[in-house]
């Protein structure tokens, strides 16, 4: 027996509210109640009454009904699903087919502009330890030069950049008793520390133009005891970077200083759009530089702005990709760089390591640090 149309709407108005027709879009996923409507075989039937492609929708979890007998028998069931388009299954041998078909964009044989960084950290000349005295450090500075030599030669860079990252000699009033260690006066490891950039400036020059990078250091640093005297630019290392200037210059080298500014203990310097800034590493804790980086990125201080952050002092070898530039979209590096020094043996004691001495070199071209031509020579 049939209904009215009448009569069908009495029969529906029968029907718990939460049974009634609706559809509710959320994202890619659609929540509906079907209302009564007459019963279907499969989810698939389901979904062809509503005007669905089984093969592109399908039902998420399970299909919840509530159904109603009629007067004359027939039954109407109001149904309750969730559904979703149907994710795309990968065919991998096709895709790798198609791969396979693309053409590869030709690599180009020629090879980017570059400036060569080299970093010279923590020579702390006059200290003795374990790997030995003044002679040894002479020989090993002689072969790493060497080294540094043949690197140039194969990189062929277009200019370079000496980042000497502090603790040039060692003093004698820095900390423990290095007046009963030491193997140079005061006066010795100042002469030696001037002769060694020179040789180093010397060097690079014979590649391209040299900008020297000097920051002030704890070894270094003018002081009376523990006491620091003066300001950081009358630290005593960049005093002998003074007097190798005015060396270098009478001597034509190609070379440029440039010193922090008054007041600061850090310098910036820009290499090819990329910013490269240098800090000794006694301002933070061992492990600290990230935290002191953002810091002095939301104080506005000029090292807050570096891409790459080149360090010293804490004698072991450290790679860190660590924030990002927010207009380039570029990683930020902080890289600590291997002491080449005759050990620090109360650290390694302290601390259980140590890095095995060295030079840290990487490139800088015009897309930024890259991170492939890094090496301890």
Do not use: C
């Amino acid at each position: 027996m049939a209904f009215s149309e009448h009569e069908e709407n009495l029969q529906y108005a029968q029907f718990p509210e939460e049974w009634r027709a609706r559809h509710v879009i959320r994202g890619d996923e659609g929540e509906m109640v079907t209302g009564p409507i007459a019963p279907v075989a499969t989810d698939n039937d389901l979904l062809i009454q509503f005007g669905y492609d089984p093969d592109e929708i399908e039902i998420v979890g399970t299909v919840n009904q509530w159904r109603k007998q009629l007067p004359n028998g027939e039954w109407r069931v109001s149904y309750y699903f969730k559904h979703r388009p149907k994710k795309t299954s990968l065919d991998l041998p096709t895709l790798y087919q198609a791969a396979a078909k693309r053409k590869l964009p030709k690599v180009k044989g020629d090879r980017k502009e570059q400036t060569v960084v080299v970093a010279l950290s923590d020579m702390q000349i006059g200290k003795t330890g374990s790997r030995g005295g003044t002679p040894e450090l002479l020989e090993r500075l002689h072969e790493t030069r060497s080294r540094l030599e043949h690197y140039l030669k194969s990189n062929k860079p277009e200019s370079l950049v000496l980042a000497e990252v502090g603790d040039l000699f060692e003093g004698f009033e820095s900390g423990g008793n290095p007046m009963f260690t030491n193997d140079l006066s005061l006066a010795q490891q100042m002469d030696m520390a001037a002769t060694e950039v020179y040789e180093f400036v010397k060097l690079m020059t014979r590649f391209g133009h040299v900008d020297v990078l000097t920051v002030p250091s704890n070894h270094t640093a003018w002081r009376n005891g523990k006491q620091n005297l003066g300001n950081p630019q009358d630290d005593l290392g960049l005093f002998v970077h003074q007097q190798v200037e005015k060396i270098a210059k009478a001597a034509g080298l190609d070379a440029t200083w440039h010193y922090p500014a008054p007041y600061d203990e850090a310098i910036i310097h820009s290499v090819r759009g990329t910013t490269l800034g240098v800090v000794h590493g006694n301002q933070y804790g061992p492990g600290g530089a990230p935290l002191y980086w953002a810091k002095q990125q939301h104080g506005g201080q000029p090292i807050g702005s570096a891409d790459i952050l080149l360090s010293g002092h804490y004698h072991v070898l450290t790679i860190i990709p660590t924030g990002r530039n927010p207009y380039t979209a570029r990683s930020k590096w902080w890289l600590q760089a291997p002491t080449i020094d005759n050990g620090s043996d109360w650290f390694r004691n302290k601390a259980g390591q140590d890095s095995d001495p060295g030079l840290l070199v990487f490139a800088i071209n015009d897309d930024g640090f890259d991170l492939q031509s890094l090496a301890v020579i």
